[in-house]
């Protein structure tokens, strides 16, 4: 139901704020454009629209967030009720019929490659040690607790 996706799209924009929505470009413009478009100004509230053209299949825009994830740059809560589900569908993927999240994730991938560059482990590892440096400096006043000096 379309009402219902635009509702839940401006939910989201309230409780989260994100930055970006990403859609397929053909889902925003022929079903939910206009009527998206009308909603934001009755509501005051505007989404930031990215609208993407489908990349050839799902195996191959999941390429994108399985880099990120090798790279150990995707944390998922082992915890979520939802996470066993996530896990099974992505390691059948893609030989079964239910692939609904992995394309979800794919998405997110395609999305940050076009509005972020991913880290280098090297530059990972340095953006931590700068930031343990800085945490040290803020912390110390110049003076030894042994010595007093």
């Known amino acids: 139901d379309g009402l219902q996706i635009i509702d839940e799209m401006f939910s989201v924009q309230r409780r989260y704020n994100p930055e970006i929505f990403t859609a397929e470009s053909g ?7 206009a009527f998206l478009k009308e909603e934001m100004f009755k ?16 195996q191959t825009r999941a390429r994108s ?9 995707v944390f998922f ?15 059948r993927f893609p030989r079964d019929v239910h692939d609904d999240m ?14 972020y560059e991913g880290l ?8 931590q040690w700068e ?13 030894c607790a042994s010595t007093g000096y």
């Open 65 to 73: 967030i399985q880099a990120r994830m090798r790279a150990g740059g």
């Open 77 to 91: 809560d082992y915890g979520a009720t939802w996470f066993s589900d996530l896990q099974q569908e992505m390691l």
């Open 102 to 115: 992995v394309d979800a994730l794919a998405w997110i991938g395609l999305t940050l490659d076009k509005q």
């Open 27 to 33: 889902m925003i413009e022929k079903s939910l454009g």
């Open 120 to 127: 280098t482990a090297q530059e990972a590892a340095d953006e």
């Open 43 to 58: 509501r005051g509230i505007f989404l930031n629209l990215n609208p993407m053209t489908p990349v050839r299949d799902k």
């Open 131 to 143: 930031n343990e440096f800085d945490d040290f400096e803020d912390n110390f006043d110049g003076i």
